[in-house]
Structure formats: C-alpha cells, structure tokens
T-cell receptor, first 114, second 116 residues
Framework: EAQVTQNPRYLITVTGKKLTVTCSQN?????MSWYRQDPGLGLRQIYYSMNVEVTDKGDVPEGYKVSRKEKRNFPLILESPSPNQTSLYFC?????????????FGPGTRLTVT | DAKTTQPTSMDCAEGRAANLPCNHSTISGNEYVYWYRQIHSQGPQYIIH?????ETNEMASLIITEDRKSSTLILPHATLRDTAVYYC?????WGQGSSNTGKLIFGQGTTLQVKP
C-alpha cells in the first residue's frame, strides 16, 4: 500500500531535549516536505527536499533541521525543542516535475513540549 | 498563486450530493484547481484536480466554469465519513512561482458536516 508513515504519532517531551520525528514513504517520490499545523494559522511549510541531499527552508524553519540521505526518508530534527514548537506535524511526499501536485500526507505527529 | 474563497461551513444530508463551491476569480491560464480534504487532525488527503475540463474520479467530480473563475467539488453520495474540512487550492506547475517549493497553501477551507 502506498503510504507515508510518521513516528512517533504522539510525543510529550521537555524543553531542550533533542528529538527526531521520522518520515518514510514507499512511493519512490523525489519530493518530501514537512508542515506544522496550528489553530488559526493553518498548515505552514517548515522544510522541503527536492531529492536526496537537496533540502531547503520553507516558511518557518527556525528551530528545526532536516536531512535527506535516502530517497525514502526525511527526518525532522528538533535540536533543542521549546514550548512554541508544540504543534501537529505532517510529512508529505510527491513526485517532482509532473503535472500533478498530488501530495501524500502522513498521519501526523502531535508534539507537546513542556 | 491565485487566491481562493470558500464558504466557511456547509451541511449536507447523508446520501445526498454535497456541492462545495470555490471562487478563484484571479486564476491565470497556467494554474490548476486542486481539492484536498482533512478529516479531523488527520493528514490532508488529495481529492481531485483540473485545469479547465470537468474531471471525475472515484472520490468526486470537479466542475470548472468556462471562464475558470469558479469551481464546484461534488461528492455524489455523501457519507458521515466525508465530514471534513475541504480545501480548494490553485497552483501552477512545478518550477513556476511558489511551486518551486512545492508548498501547498491551505486557506481556511469549508467545513462540511454530513448529517444522518
């Protein structure tokens, strides 16, 4: 089954404790992206990647890192989480360069930083 | 990317067709109309997209007016599981404008409530 998976689905952590949210897709997609969703602010793009070893900042990259060492994986790293990073996070993937912007989203990771 | 306007909320009776309108009066010739939906706190789900012709797939139909300034998403037989926020998004192809980042701009969308 074609899918995007994220782990963990729920995470409660404390300020400053490094964490990684994993994202993996099995569709051989070139493009992957991270969004965060907050009430009243909608979905905002954090980082994106056009292909392996190619990443770039989205609209709200501060406090986040990403890497794209393999095509299927695009982990989101919070080196020193803060309470303002409490949010619902989504990973998405898509083929790049086709006529379609059909993006597949993961189930979400709900992160709480205390 | 062109701005879209959607009603904040709509109700639909289960089993009836749900017609969700979207206004995109500033759409340009190379912009497509996309629809996504998000069922409570789940990841957004792609529904359908089109350029100027009407489109149909297993989930829905998309009707685009001849002047392309508005469109309607039709769920032919709405079920309770179709209760969600529906987003109309206008996009260019990859490599043009903000499509360079692949970013999808989700507005406020229409909250569709399907009632028994």
């Amino acid at each position: 089954e074609a899918q995007v998976t994220q782990n963990p689905r729920y995470l409660i952590t404390v300020t400053g404790k490094k964490l990684t949210v994993t994202c993996s897709q099995n569709m051989n997609h070139e493009y992957m992206s991270w969004y965060r969703q907050d009430p009243g602010l909608g979905l905002r793009q954090i980082y994106y990647s056009m292909n392996v070893e190619v990443t770039d900042k989205g609209d709200v990259p501060e406090g986040y890192k990403v890497s794209r060492k393999e095509k299927r994986n695009f982990p989101l790293i919070l080196e020193s989480p803060s309470p303002n990073q409490t949010s619902l996070y989504f990973c998405a993937s898509s083929h790049f360069g086709t006529s379609s912007h059909e993006q597949y989203f993961g189930p979400g990771t709900r992160l709480t930083v205390t | 990317d062109a701005k879209t306007t959607q009603p904040t909320s709509m109700d639909c009776a289960e089993g009836r067709a749900a017609n969700l309108p979207c206004n995109h009066s500033t759409i340009s010739g190379n912009e497509y109309v996309y629809w996504y939906r998000q069922i409570h706190s789940q990841g957004p789900q792609y529904i359908i997209h089109g350029l100027k012709n009407n489109e149909t797939n297993e989930m829905a139909s998309l009707i685009i007016t001849e002047d392309r300034k508005s469109s309607t998403l039709i769920l032919p037989h709405a079920t309770l599981r179709d209760t969600a926020v529906y987003y109309c998004i206008v996009r260019t192809l990859w490599g043009q404008g903000s499509s360079n980042t692949g970013k999808l701009i989700f507005g406020q969308g229409t909250t569709l409530q399907v009632k028994p």
